[in-house]
């Protein structure tokens, strides 16, 4: 007797829907989505797709037509309630444009809350395509099965962000030239946070003393070496998320 496949099964697509779903709804999908469901995935009539809106939680979408140019779903059932994300930001300098997006994206995977791109003294690059990180975040979290989106952040001025640093939230400064092993920095500080990371020219001496002089700044080594910031993003992030996160 053959195993009665999972329903749905893990391989239905699954798509961001930028408006609140409920039961028995009826959504016409065009554009890009349609063309993704109907030509990428070969979507057909009676097939079905997994949408969350970033609001409800996450719904079974039942394909109840495909034209040339849209699909038409009914939505039959509530899969998931949205979920508690880990209160973790990643405030981190916008770097050349490949390695910011794929920043974005491995930030979203792991399950950051917030991503807050901020502009220091050597940044390189200083203004930012938000729509198009913000394409790379949505379709992260669509693989990778959140049914809460990563907010992103307006790009901010190192100074403004320390200025106006929230008094509850710590801030894990990745300080190349050394701080507290972070995983004992990040078990001896549990509750929200954030952590902070330089462009490829690091921060200067003045931005190190200011960031230092926050009460709630605490910085951290992620080891010997000097990592490229797209590293030092990710593996933060893994060790916070392994500490303080949704790991266990
Ligand atoms: N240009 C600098 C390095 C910048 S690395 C130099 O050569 O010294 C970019 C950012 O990654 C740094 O600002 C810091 O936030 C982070 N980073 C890199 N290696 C790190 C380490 N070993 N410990 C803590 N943070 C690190």
Redesign the pocket.
Known sequence: MPATPAWPPNSAPRLFIDQPLGDGMELRIEGGQAHYLSSVMRVRQGGTVKLFDDRTGEWLGEVTGVGKRDLMLRIAARLREREAVPDLWLCA?PIKKSRIDWVAEKASELGVARLMPVVTR?TVVDKLNGERLRAHMIEAAEQCERTALPELAELTRLDALLRDWPASRTLF???????KP?LEAVREHPGPAAI????????DLVERVAIRALTKAVP??????????E???LT?VSVWMAANGDWT
């Open positions: 300098a050597r400064f990745a300080d190349e030239e050394g701080g972070m902070l990371i330089g462009p490829e020219g690091g921060f951290v080594s992620l080891g010997p070496r000097i990592l490229r910031a590293t030092a993003a933060a």
